[in-house]
């Protein structure tokens, strides 16, 4: 999916750093099924802009950091985004893969978005500003377990974190699934126990 979205003409995006973004992303929703929900959003590519149509929600955290400190890919930049998340506003982050800035508030227009109900006003932000911008939007929902990704005002893309936690989508099976995720179940746990 990263590989399509970055390969649009003139996009200054790298398949790499999108796919890192998403696995964040993932990360933190995983992270809010058990704990307090919580919810982000990521801004990915076309920096200049974003942050022209943004602004700083509270003093931006990442600020007096150099750009080389804040490399998406490092595992350290990945735990403070991690801890940051729980802070209000959309992370900006470079096509080439930096953590520009945190706690932002989109300023994008919302005139001809049509997002389905009960999506709110971070969903509305992403495609907003995805649609204004030549940025990917990636969202973690605070109200269930969905990374939504958002290009050009739409959603073209959801994650379900939680359909990877058989433990939770075992009572909801029936019948001849119940065997395979129950399979599936006691592989799982022969895996964590080695």
């Known amino acids: 999916m990263a590989e399509r979205i970055c390969s649009r003409v003139g996009r200054k995006c790298n398949p790499e750093v999108l796919e890192t973004v998403i696995e964040i992303a ?24 974003v942050l022209e149509k943004s602004k ?4 931006d955290p ?11 890919r490092e595992a350290d930049i ?3 985004i991690k ?7 959309a992370f900006v982050v470079s096509g080439d893969g930096y953590v520009l800035s945190a706690a932002r508030h989109i300023e994008a227009s919302s005139r001809n ?8 006003s971070r969903h509305m932000a992403a495609a907003s500003i995805s649609k204004e911008t030549d940025a990917v939007a990636v969202v973690v929902s605070d ?6 990704v958002f290009d050009d005002g739409e959603l073209i893309g959801e994650i379900i974190s939680g ?32």
């Open 26 to 49: 993932v990360g933190i929703a995983r992270q809010s099924i058990n704990k307090t929900r919580k919810g982000t959003l990521f801004v990915v590519g076309d920096e200049d802009k």
């Open 56 to 59: 700083p929600l509270i003093l």
């Open 62 to 72: 990442l600020a007096n950091y150099p750009k080389e400190m804040k490399d998406i």
């Open 78 to 80: 990945q735990g403070t």
């Open 83 to 89: 801890e940051l998340a729980k802070l209000d506003g």
């Open 113 to 120: 978005i049509d997002l389905p109900m009960g999506f709110g």
């Open 143 to 148: 109200n269930d377990e969905v990374v939504r």
């Open 163 to 194: 359909v990877w936690d058989l433990e939770k989508i075992k009572p909801h099976i029936r019948g001849e699934y119940e065997k395979i995720v129950e399979k599936d179940l006691n592989l799982s746990m022969l895996v964590k126990r080695t």
